[in-house]
């Protein structure tokens, strides 16, 4: 007997909306399960335009009225933790789910929590901890015993050893390495290919090899 699709919105339309319906068409080629009604952007200007063939449909308003009255599936693909922090938090009745590409290897020993994007060739070795609303993505590594706390976003490419923690809404740049052990801090931005080799201070951006804060 087939299952019923579940209605499901992606919240943004820019570039990581692309990845993010490409990871739904993908589950679906195996399981179908997610039923894409539409983009969810709070640029009204684009609605009515569409993605990949999927409308803008509304705004986050329209959304949250819409969910009252429906079951409705949602996931954020806006590369600010602090945007997703704030629509997360204005939507008590969308249902978050995780979105995990096929093609990522995903340790049997990780605890998940709701709302998170992982992408392509992203491998999460074992007694990996992840908060909500955080985005892995493509081909990025994780050691054993990393934890990623709320709204934290690692970018293409990313090497993170183990034991690392990821405080919340910490952002991890394109092709950064963070050696074993280490604790980034809250609000930290590291800059594009920065190695980083000592604890972070929180709200600051490090750039560098090895890498330093920038004042």
Not at 32 to 58: A, C, F, H, M, P
Not at 82 to 101: F, M, P, T
Not at 115 to 122: D, K, R
Request: aromatic share 6%.
């Amino acid at each position: 007997m087939r299952l019923k699709m579940k209605n499901m919105v992606v919240f943004g339309s820019g570039g990581f909306s692309k990845q993010v319906i490409e990871i739904i068409e993908q589950l679906n080629l195996i399981n179908q399960e997610y039923k894409l009604i539409g983009i969810i952007d709070d640029n009204n200007s684009l609605i009515g335009t569409e993605v990949l063939g999927y409308e803008v449909i509304g705004n986050t308003d329209f959304i949250n009225q819409y969910s009252k009255q429906n079951e409705i599936l949602g996931v954020i693909a806006i590369a600010d933790g602090e945007v997703r922090k704030r629509i997360s938090r204005k939507l008590n009745d969308v249902q978050w789910v995780n979105l995990i590409h096929p093609s990522a290897i995903v340790s049997n020993y990780t605890k998940i929590g709701e709302g998170n994007i992982i992408c392509a060739g992203v491998v999460i070795n074992p007694d990996f901890q992840m908060g909500n609303h955080s985005h892995i993505n493509i081909g990025s590594t994780l050691g054993h015993d990393v934890s990623m706390l709320d709204y934290v976003t690692v970018m293409p490419g990313s090497r993170i050893s183990g034991n690392v923690t990821l405080k919340s809404n910490s952002m991890v740049g394109t092709g950064s390495t963070i050696i074993q052990g280490l604790t980034i801090e809250e609000n930290v931005v590291l800059s594009a290919g920065a190695v980083v080799t000592k604890n972070t201070e929180p709200n600051c951006l490090y750039v560098g090899v090895p890498a330093k804060k920038k004042l």
